[in-house]
């Protein structure tokens, strides 16, 4: 299957206007092409020793944050879960607000929703557990802990997207010895300066302005 290219040659009019479809040689060249990005599909990398892979459907939906598109201040997730899973064991915080959204994945009624999701909000003696058994939203402020994240019964589909309002997806984590410390993934993207290269979050694409 070959890769789907934008085409510049291609002029589509509806009711009356011109819609530019671009190439990535006409995008670099645009004043707006740097603001339109094709989603890569991409397959889970990593998952815990014993857990299966096949808890979510394949091929998955990320937005990447600033690595895509230039100046984006938000990165988000698009992943719909078929089976338990235990998805984030690790309390956590971030610098800015995240949002948590649970849908059904029944299409087209995302109210058709069976599943059982356990989530911790809060630290120590101020931590409270949701159970989240019907569509949701849930607002994360920055700064507060959250998690471990649980979708312990999946009886029908669930629509899972996390925005976080960061450049690139991380969290700060507190460590044993009373230290904390900010850790940043970007996915198993390629570094969008070598292709060869898969992206280490080192952060340089992050300075990048859209209109230049």
């Not at 589509?12 to 092409?33: C, H, M, P, R």
């Not at 096949?54 to 990165?75: C, H, L, M, T």
């Not at 929703?113 to 994360?140: H, M, Q, S, W």
Request: aromatic share 14%; charged share 30%; hydrophobic share 35%.
């Amino acid at each position: 299957m070959s890769e789907k290219k934008f085409d510049l040659t291609k002029v589509k009019v509806e009711d009356g206007y011109q819609n530019y479809i671009l190439t990535e040689e006409a995008k670099a060249s645009s004043k707006f092409g740097k603001l339109v990005f094709e989603f890569p599909q991409e397959r889970n990398e990593v998952v815990a020793e014993g857990d299966p892979e096949d808890f979510v459907v394949k091929p998955q939906a990320y937005f990447r944050g600033a690595s895509q598109i230039p100046g984006s201040e938000f990165n988000q997730s698009y992943q719909i879960f078929v089976k338990p899973f235990f998805l984030d064991r690790v309390q956590h915080r971030h610098a800015k607000d995240e949002f948590l959204i649970f849908l059904g994945a029944s299409f087209p009624n995302v109210f058709d929703f069976d599943a059982k999701i356990e989530f911790t909000l809060g630290k120590g003696d101020e931590a409270e557990t949701y159970v989240i058994d019907k569509p949701t939203i849930i607002r994360i402020p920055a700064g507060v802990y959250h998690c471990p994240l649980n979708f312990k019964e999946v009886n029908k589909p669930v629509l899972f997207l996390a925005t976080l309002f960061t450049p690139m997806f991380g969290g700060i984590y507190d460590l044993p010895d009373g230290t904390t410390t900010e850790m940043y993934y970007n996915g198993p993207v390629p570094c969008k300066y070598n292709k060869d290269k898969k992206c280490d979050s080192c952060g340089k694409c992050l300075q990048e302005k859209w209109e230049k």
